[in-house]
């Protein structure tokens, strides 16, 4: 079993910064935490939940959403078994619900290759 916690969000206005934290915990990532990739995704009111960024644990690997891409930036402390997502220039369409998730080998953009997920965290980025 992983746990995951997330933490960060809140009100911004539109240009603003948020740093998004996720802290993994649980036998299973602690022992082998570099066999693990994580992402951030995130979901609207109405919409579906879509891929923001994920990072290979063992080669810090990346990959960014199209619309993300030069605004956030995804970073791992393997001694904290914790998970960052800085957010910058932020807009409307960022706001919603963030969560991080963890699979086991490389990452991928599909929310539906998860296993694990967090409880998420709102960020709302007013105009």
């Known amino acids: 079993q992983v746990q995951l916690v997330e933490s960060g969000g809140g009100w911004v206005q539109t240009g603003g910064s948020l740093r998004l934290s996720c802290t993994a915990s649980?036998?299973?990532?602690?022992?082998?935490?570099?066999?693990?990739?994580m992402g951030w995704f995130r979901q609207a009111p109405g919409k579906e939940r879509e891929f923001v960024a994920a990072i290979r644990w063992s080669t810090i690997s990346t990959r960014y959403a199209e619309s993300v891409k030069g605004r956030f930036a995804i970073s791992r402390d393997n001694a904290k078994n914790t998970l960052y997502l800085q957010m910058n220039s932020l807009n409307p369409e960022d706001s919603g619900i963030y969560y991080c998730?963890?699979?086991?080998?490389?990452?991928?953009?599909?929310?539906?290759?998860?296993?694990?997920w967090g409880q998420g965290t709102q960020v709302t980025v007013s105009s």
């Open positions: 649980g036998r299973a990532f602690s022992s082998d935490a570099m066999g693990y990739a």
């Open positions: 998730a963890t699979r086991p080998g490389s990452s991928d953009t599909n929310p539906g290759l998860y296993d694990y």
